[in-house]
């Protein structure tokens, strides 16, 4: 066993086991934890003795709730870009070193997976919720952006899932994640314990490993799950989220509110409360992400991360949900009729000393 901050590491029998080891923090990624993750996949990456990687989460809470952005909150009048670039750009490396891996990676999304939770779960090729997952993109909370592969893996979900998801921060469970495609499997948490003993009883190689596991999860877990929510909504959202504004979708869900449709209502009503912000520059983000790759979809984020930075509503945001916890964010501007598109378009465009974005030709 080999004992990281706060991460738990193991081979056996061919296997990687990581263990995200920050319980009270509900396993909040830290500079320290993205670090070490990043250190230990690229370690294993060329191990002919480590098959596959298999990532969960210490305790019965979360996976992972995130990233721990109460740090950049704290460091706000001193160095914050310069920690939130060591924070930004390891994470980064770190998500697309999972997406670009030559091995499966096998990921159990029990409880809490949220932000950067999401962000270590979607690059896994075999990815189990359990009956206690909860999952969501809640950056619009905090006057953030669905960042850690956002921009890719919420603009390619079936319809508009993606944009709903991803504006209005709601938290979806097992059978909801299932249906758009965040996760794979389906198993009942009190089954893990005797998958994990059928794991470490079979002897792993590297070439057959990825056959092999999937028929260990087929007879094991369910494949999809049974009257997913979402579903019943899936015409609403599709209808109201496919305006390429916000004024235009919010009106379009006020209206149908006006006309007697509570969800519709309440949704926009819901939308009304994040920052004005979060949502445009967000927007922009998906329609961008729809066209671009998987390495220029984070160099965008690399971009509009570092900008965030600069940017009143996300320190505000932070402040009213982890610091304060007040609920009461102000955001400036308040509206969304009041924020130009030129302000938007400067999310996008950030000034490297080196002249290219950090991320430019990235091979994982």
Request: hydrophobic share 35%; aromatic share 10%.
């Amino acid at each position: 066993m080999i004992k990281q901050s706060n991460l738990l590491c193991e081979v056996k029998n061919g296997v990687g086991y990581i263990k995200l080891n920050r319980p009270k923090a509900l396993n909040a990624l830290s500079v320290e934890m993205i670090e070490g993750l990043y250190k230990q996949l690229l370690e294993w990456k060329e191990d002919e003795n480590v098959a596959f990687i298999c990532l969960t989460g210490e305790g019965d809470k979360a996976l992972c709730a995130g990233g721990d952005v109460r740090a950049l909150y704290d460091h706000r009048d001193s160095n914050v870009e310069e920690l939130a670039f060591k924070f930004f750009y390891t994470e980064y490396c770190m998500n697309l070193t999972m997406y670009l891996y030559p091995k499966p990676i096998l990921v159990l999304m029990h409880g809490i997976v949220m932000g950067g939770g999401v962000g270590v779960a979607m690059p896994a090729t075999h990815k189990i919720v359990t009956e206690r997952t909860k999952w969501a993109m809640p950056e619009m909370n905090i006057g953030l952006y669905p960042d850690v592969g956002g921009s890719y893996f919420l603009s390619r979900m079936p319809g508009y899932f993606g944009r709903y998801l991803a504006l209005t921060s709601r938290t979806i469970g097992p059978e909801d994640v299932l249906h758009i495609g965040g996760a794979d499997y389906y198993l009942e948490s009190a089954k893990w314990e005797e998958l994990k003993n059928a794991i470490e009883e079979k002897s792993w190689t590297v070439t057959s490993a990825s056959e092999e596991l999937s028929s260990l999860l087929d007879s094991f877990c369910k494949k999809s799950g049974d009257n997913p929510p979402i579903a019943a909504i899936e015409e609403k959202i599709n209808k109201h989220f496919a305006y390429d504004t916000m004024e235009e979708i919010v009106k379009s869900l006020e209206k149908a509110g006006n006309e007697g449709d509570a969800w519709c209502a309440e949704t926009a009503k819901l939308i009304r409360t994040k920052s004005p912000t979060s949502l445009k520059v967000t927007l922009k983000q998906l329609i961008e992400g729809e066209e671009k790759d998987l390495i220029d979809c984070f160099k965008m984020e690399l971009d509009m991360s570092m900008n965030f930075m600069k940017c009143h509503d996300f320190f505000e945001g932070v402040r009213s949900v982890l610091v304060d916890k007040d609920r009461n964010p102000k955001w400036n501007p308040a509206s969304l009729e009041e924020l130009s598109k030129d302000v938007v378009d400067g999310f996008f465009e950030y000034t490297w000393e080196e002249g290219k974005n950090p991320l430019e030709g990235f091979k994982g």
